[in-house]
């Protein structure tokens, strides 16, 4: 008889929240069309128990004219990892999920001042297609994990916290959130749909990236070489981001986090200078990685 897996909510992140005010003309009719609740989601498998397992649900609720967030549940799953292509393990994660995105939702849109909350059901054939869609991508995952696996074992960076380090981890990210989720003057989906196609990450590894390297600020981080790579393929987006004309559409956002003028033209010192420390490193290594020697042009591809 087989064991069944234990499950526990361990952690919550809210990746994203924003109000919006100008919801007195919208209809319920117009909200149903233009609103969308999506999920994302992440793995990781502890390499020293094949048992334990950390599994990201990452929820995306968007209500124009009121709110929209983008929450994270982490929880720990203990058991075998075919488990995780168990129908009913999903529905309940995926249930759990979106009931602390929708509380969360409403607390914060309550906070806000957002008045009338819209409320979202997920329907039966809705979980459906999602777990379908879950189980179907875990197996292609394991074969790409497999095919890299050298990359994920190999230690490809050591970052320690400093003034610098937690300057290039923090600017990246930063750049990286206006374009993907946060800059109302440009399309955030489409800037996702363009980096991720060109590079194989997606939305809900980029967070669990982003979420990790922002601990620079409280301890010491190591990254795989798998991890490193795309780390320095956002870390390229976000300077040729702060050396175009869209810097000026950021500005204002850029401020608010800290990126003053003097501390961008910092950051673009301390990235230049580690990525050039790395670019050393992979040649005295003599290794090539494909993703790190195309040519992008990042300002001409978002919009």
Same mark, same amino acid.
């Given at each position: 008889?087989?064991?069944?897996?234990?499950? &526990?909510?361990?952690?919550?992140?809210? !990746?994203?929240?924003?109000?919006?005010?100008?919801?007195?003309?919208?209809?319920?009719?117009?909200?149903?069309? &233009?609103?969308?609740?999506?999920?994302?989601?992440?793995?990781?498998?502890?390499?020293?128990?094949?048992?334990?397992?950390?599994?990201?649900?990452?929820?995306? !609720?968007?209500?124009?004219? %009121?709110?929209?967030?983008?929450?994270?549940?982490?929880?720990?799953?203990?058991?075998? %990892?075919?488990?995780?292509?168990?129908?009913?393990?999903? %529905?309940?994660? +995926?249930?759990?999920?979106?009931?602390? @995105?929708?509380?969360?939702?409403?607390?914060?849109?309550?906070?806000?001042?957002?008045?009338?909350?819209?409320?979202?059901?997920?329907?039966?054939?809705?979980?459906?297609?999602?777990?379908?869609?879950?189980?179907?991508?875990?197996?292609? /995952?394991?074969? @790409?994990?497999?095919?890299? $696996?050298?990359?994920?074992?190999?230690?490809?960076?050591?970052?320690?916290?400093?003034?610098?380090?937690?300057?290039?981890?923090?600017?990246?990210?930063?750049? +990286?959130?206006?374009?993907?989720?946060?800059?109302?003057?440009?399309?955030?989906?489409?800037? /996702?749909?363009?980096?991720?196609?060109?590079?194989?990450? =997606?939305?809900?590894?980029?967070?669990?990236?982003?979420?990790?390297?922002?601990?620079?600020?409280?301890?010491?981080? /190591?990254?795989?070489?798998?991890?490193?790579?795309?780390?320095?393929?956002?870390? =390229?987006?976000?300077?040729? !981001?702060?050396?175009?004309?869209?810097?000026? +559409?950021?500005?204002?956002?850029?401020?608010?986090?800290?990126?003053?003028?003097?501390?961008?033209?910092?950051?673009? $010192?301390?990235?230049?200078? !580690?990525?050039?420390?790395?670019?050393?490193?992979?040649?005295?290594?003599?290794?090539?990685? =494909?993703?790190?020697?195309?040519?992008? =042009?990042?300002?001409?591809?978002?919009?």
């Amino acid at each position: 008889m087989n064991k069944q897996p234990e499950i &526990e909510l361990t952690h919550e992140y809210k !990746i994203y929240f924003i109000a919006e005010s100008n919801n007195t003309m919208v209809n319920d009719e117009k909200l149903s069309e &233009e609103s969308n609740v999506s999920l994302a989601f992440d793995y990781v498998r502890d390499l020293n128990d094949p048992e334990i397992c950390t599994l990201y649900i990452d929820i995306e !609720i968007l209500a124009p004219h %009121f709110a929209k967030i983008l929450y994270r549940c982490e929880y720990l799953v203990k058991g075998a %990892f075919d488990s995780l292509l168990n129908p009913e393990l999903l %529905f309940t994660v +995926i249930d759990k999920s979106f009931e602390q @995105t929708e509380v969360s939702f409403n607390q914060m849109c309550l906070e806000s001042g957002v008045q009338e909350v819209p409320t979202f059901i997920l329907q039966e054939t809705d979980y459906d297609k999602i777990i379908e869609g879950i189980i179907h991508e875990i197996p292609v /995952r394991e074969k @790409t994990w497999e095919g890299n $696996k050298e990359l994920h074992l190999a230690e490809g960076g050591f970052f320690s916290m400093g003034k610098n380090t937690s300057l290039f981890m923090q600017g990246t990210f930063v750049v +990286i959130d206006q374009l993907f989720m946060l800059n109302p003057h440009v399309d955030h989906m489409h800037n /996702r749909h363009v980096f991720f196609e060109q590079t194989g990450l =997606d939305l809900s590894r980029y967070n669990t990236l982003k979420i990790y390297c922002s601990t620079i600020s409280q301890h010491d981080i /190591r990254l795989s070489f798998y991890q490193l790579i795309y780390l320095f393929l956002l870390v =390229d987006c976000a300077a040729q !981001i702060l050396i175009s004309p869209l810097q000026t +559409i950021f500005e204002a956002e850029l401020m608010h986090y800290g990126l003053s003028q003097e501390r961008t033209n910092d950051y673009l $010192k301390v990235a230049s200078e !580690i990525r050039g420390q790395l670019n050393h490193e992979l040649t005295a290594a003599g290794t090539i990685i =494909d993703l790190l020697n195309k040519s992008y =042009d990042w300002p001409a591809l978002m919009r």
